[in-house]
Every structure is written in structure tokens, then in C-alpha cells.
């Protein structure tokens, strides 16, 4: 798992995690200010996280799952 924390809310953002073929495996709309992401289920790999917010792209971040 990982948490999203935001500094404020709107409503348009997505969490968006895709596997090291490129593949989105994973859509999250948060609720509210801190978002917790369960990948548990996943398997063991490398995994992107994007953060979008209408529509354009603000963060990227990798994350290897053991």
C-alpha cells in the first residue's frame, strides 16, 4: 500500500498505476485530501504511479513491489 496526500482537494484528480509494459493496471479517483493505495493483490514487479489532474499529467513516480 501507499497513501496519496494532498495539499488541497478538487475532485479531478486521478491515481493511475501501470506495469513496466506500459499497461494501466490500476485507476484510483481519490475522495478526499489522503488516499491510501492498495496494490497488495499485485504481483512482484516495477509498477509507474501517475498523478493526473484534468487531464494533465503531474507527478511520476516508480515503485518496485517485493
Known sequence: EFEVKL??????LKVKVYNSMGQLVLFVKPEGLNTTVNITEM???IYFVRLEDNGIESFNYKIIKN
Open 43 to 45: 504481483s512482484s514487479g
Open 7 to 12: 495539499n488541497s482537494f478538487n475532485g479531478s
